[in-house]
């Protein structure tokens, strides 16, 4: 498809669980976002990947979150041990490059952890 | 680093009137100001966005903003607002000073009033 895509659109997953979220950023796009957001909240930065640069993970808020980005394009955001604290919306973006152009977003997976 | 902060959290407007949102930002370098809106269960769509140049900047659906560099605002104006308005907007910023990473307000959700 020409957008962002992500999946699962919806996790229902136990505390305890693992869960791992996926990002099909727009092809070519080197850049890649995973934020969250909470309900009521902002959108709360995760993890940058820009490339073959390392990876941007100052706003990962714990390190049972992580990411990584294969060959440049999918993205897999895995969330370990989960929390109820996590359940939240996931949301990925891509940009054609860093800079002044905008990030084009993903619908976002909405993750709830009962 | 950078920064920004949207003044209410819920803005409430009838039908016909006047939209004005507001956004203030804190940058040290040059920022890309960017407004964005959510609706229910989607992602985030750009309405528009300031990088250089001319400082007032117009969007999609009637949606304009004025970048003032003197106040650090990018506000949004609609002249008319519609009923298809209703949602969820969010001002962004990136900059050198951010890695170009977008710092997102908490949003403003818009509720339009027939």
């Known amino acids: 498809g020409a957008g962002v895509s992500q999946s699962p659109s919806n996790k229902v997953t136990e505390k305890g669980k693992d869960v791992e979220l996926r990002c099909d950023p727009i092809?070519?796009?080197?850049?890649l976002y995973w934020y969250r957001q909470s309900l009521g909240q902002g959108l709360e930065f995760l993890i940058y990947f820009q490339g073959n640069s390392a990876p941007d993970k100052s706003g990962l808020p714990s390190d049972r979150f992580s990411a990584e980005r294969t060959g440049g394009s999918v993205s897999t955001l895995t969330i370990q041990r989960t929390q109820q604290e996590d359940s939240a919306v996931y949301l990925c973006a891509s940009n054609p490059r860093a800079g002044h152009t905008e990030a084009f977003f993903g619908q976002g997976t909405r993750l709830t952890v009962v | 680093a950078q920064s920004v902060t949207q003044l209410g959290s819920h803005v409430s407007v009838s039908e016909g009137a006047l939209v004005l949102l507001r956004c203030n930002y804190s940058?040290?370098?040059?920022?890309?100001l960017f407004w964005y809106v959510q609706y229910p269960n989607q992602g985030l769509q750009l309405l528009l966005k300031?990088?250089?140049?001319?400082?007032l900047v117009k969007g999609i659906n009637g949606f304009e903003a004025e970048f003032k560099k003197s106040e650090t605002s990018f506000h949004l104006t609609k002249p008319s607002a519609h009923m298809s308005d209703a949602a969820e907007y969010f001002c962004?910023?990136?900059?050198?000073?951010?890695?170009?990473?977008?710092?997102f307000g908490r949003g403003t959700s818009l509720i339009v009033h027939p």
């Open positions: 940058s040290s370098v040059p920022p890309y």
């Open positions: 962004a910023v990136s900059s050198s000073g951010g890695s170009y990473i977008p710092t």
């Open positions: 092809s070519g796009h080197t850049a």
């Open positions: 300031y990088t250089t140049g001319a400082t």
